[in-house]
């Protein structure tokens, strides 16, 4: 079946501080691959997608994400966390061909001052 | 650009009860989709439109959920009888087009209580 993986539930970090958030996902091949965030009560918002290319992609508030096929991930970074990082990050995935999204669980990053 | 509206934002009912969410998507946007996201995970697909019509319910409790999206802009989703487990967020998701390129745009959700 369809899969994505979030490993990590929560992270924390201190401002200032490195972040990589991490995602795999199975598929036979190379799906459409998204990151979205969540801050609380607010809906989620796209930070970057990635369909083809250059295997590292740059987003909004300065995150960037890299695509390696070999082990079918697409971990989310940024080099330097703000305190108004803290929120929720989703991966998600679409099968090329489809539309239907398939969310991760999640990863619920606390960012400390 | 105005983005997608959702009513009511918090809602407590009983089970058994029924309960209807409100979604108005951003403005030329044919597809819309909703989703249920239960506590501790990702968003999962409801029901996508395009336009009017349905493409996609397959994860839809149909005994006791119904969406409708009649004139292809607004849409409804009801929960008729609610069960406990129904308690979760729901996010009403608006994009162009309903090929998964398009990047899709959520509201603020509604969260629902089961008591």
């Known amino acids: 079946a369809q899969s994505v993986t979030q490993p990590d539930i929560h992270i924390t970090v201190s401002e200032g501080a490195s972040l990589e958030l991490r995602c795999n996902y199975s598929y036979g091949a190379t799906p459409y691959l998204f990151w979205y965030v969540q801050s609380p009560g607010q809906g989620l918002q796209l930070l970057l997608k990635?369909?083809?290319?250059?295997?590292l992609v740059q987003g909004i508030k300065g995150f960037e994400a890299e695509f390696k096929r070999s082990q079918s991930s697409f971990n989310l970074r940024k080099p330097s966390v703000h305190w108004s990082d803290a929120a929720e990050y989703f991966c998600?995935?679409?099968?090329?061909?489809?539309?239907?999204?398939?969310f991760g669980t999640g990863t619920r990053l606390k960012v400390l001052a | 650009e105005a983005g997608v509206a959702q009513s009511p934002r918090y809602k407590i009912i009983e089970k058994r009860q029924s309960v209807a969410f409100w979604c108005n998507p951003i403005s030329g946007h044919a597809t819309l989709y909703w989703y249920q996201q239960i506590l501790g995970q990702g968003p999962k697909l409801l029901i996508q439109?395009?336009?009017?019509?349905?493409?996609?319910d397959s994860q839809l409790p149909k005994d006791r959920f119904s969406a409708e999206r009649l004139k292809g802009v607004d849409s409804t989703l009801k929960i008729q009888p609610a069960k406990l487990e129904d308690s979760a967020v729901y996010l009403c998701?608006?994009?162009?087009?309903?090929?998964?390129?398009?990047?899709?745009?959520f509201g603020p959700g509604t969260r629902l209580l089961v008591l």
């Open positions: 990635y369909f083809s290319g250059d295997t």
């Open positions: 998701a608006s994009s162009l087009g309903p090929t998964g390129i398009e990047t899709q745009y």
């Open positions: 439109f395009q336009n009017n019509g349905v493409v996609d």
């Open positions: 998600a995935v679409v099968k090329a061909g489809t539309y239907k999204y398939i």
